[in-house]
């Protein structure tokens, strides 16, 4: 029998955040006039986590994960699996807390994401997935090099200590809003697997229960939504690419389910022409790089299918880890 998975307290948030803020920067919370009249909003903020420490907000529930160890495991050392931005976070926490990293990446993997993780010092192993869903294939490849290597088996996602440390950017946010003079009432925040919506709704839920929470996932990839529609974790099943790489999960995992369960998130989709224009926008008036995952919430706020009109909305940009090549690709078709 499954055991439910433990869903983090505000006490625990608040540990981890205490812990990972010495380590993390506190990304600004930008507000934009331009997106606000372009969407009826009373105003807009964006955090734009881009700005992290390696690119992302991955840092934070890495850091955090890491911290956990005991000594003897962080001597050991750790591996997972990640198809780029969990893989640069780790590398950086791990070269910042001196723990050996091993990210097994799939080959389809953003070379970017590859040459950076690499070169904050972790040991990158590429898996070739061919018709099979890459995160399965990457993911028996990590197992068995914790097993060959003893390694301590870290999940990208699926963990409550994840959770716990992506939480750092809600409740930096709320205090960025509080100083601001503001409180949300709709918050944007895209899901792969789940660990950053289900650590930052859980702060929001805490501190700011009447903020509606959205998490956004690309069309086709949006399991955590039916899962929540539905009451159970379910799996998407294979079908079209995304351009939103770090999205490409099929099924949330069940520590962010619970999460995003308890705090009643609501789970929207975004098309890929959608995410080709907000990151056009977010360039030309914000002057912010989003990579297409980073983007996605951002790109559901301008679909303008959720009502904002008169609202204080917050719109989580995840990371800004794309080429210059593949950025301009992507802008260029917008």
Not at 16 to 41: C, I
Not at 142 to 153: F, H
Request: glycine share 10%; net charge neutral; proline share 5%.
């Amino acid at each position: 029998m499954t055991m439910p998975a433990l869903v983090p307290t505000l006490d625990h948030l608040r540990r981890a955040y205490a812990e990972t803020s010495k380590a993390t920067q506190v990304t600004p919370l930008l507000e934009s006039a331009a997106l606000a009249r372009q969407t009826g909003a009373a105003r807009v903020f964006v955090k734009p986590e881009s700005l992290q420490w390696a690119g992302s907000f991955k840092v934070r529930g890495a850091y955090w994960r890491l911290k956990k160890l005991s000594p003897v495991e962080a001597k050991r050392g750790v591996v997972a699996y990640s198809s780029g931005n969990f893989a640069q976070g780790l590398a950086a926490a791990g070269q910042a807390l001196g723990v050996p990293v091993t990210i097994v990446m799939p080959i389809d993997a953003p070379a970017a994401k590859r040459d950076a993780t690499a070169g904050y010092g972790a040991t990158v192993v590429l898996t070739d997935h061919g018709d099979r869903a890459r995160e399965e294939v990457a993911s028996e490849r990590a197992r068995q090099i914790s097993a060959d290597e003893n390694l301590t088996l870290l999940h990208p996602f699926d963990d409550p200590e994840i959770v716990a440390g992506q939480a750092g950017a809600g409740l930096e946010a709320l205090d960025q809003l509080a100083a601001k003079g503001a409180t949300a009432d709709v918050l944007f925040c895209s899901i792969g697997g789940g660990g950053l919506i289900g650590g930052v709704a859980l702060a929001f839920h805490y501190l700011s229960p009447q903020t509606r929470l959205l998490g956004v996932e690309p069309e086709g990839f949006h399991g955590m939504g039916t899962s929540l529609a539905h009451g159970q974790i379910e799996t998407m099943p294979l079908g079209p690419k995304s351009i939103c790489d770090g999205l490409m999960a099929r099924r949330p995992g069940e520590a962010p389910f619970a999460a995003a369960k308890r705090a009643g998130v609501t789970g929207i989709t975004v098309r890929d022409a959608a995410v080709r224009r907000a990151m056009k926008m977010a360039f030309e008036r914000m002057k912010l790089v989003l990579e297409p995952s980073g983007a996605a919430s951002l790109a559901a706020l301008l679909e303008g299918e959720q009502d904002v009109k008169g609202k204080t909305v917050v719109v989580v940009a995840t990371g800004g880890n794309v080429s210059l090549p593949d950025f301009m690709v992507h802008v260029d078709a917008a």
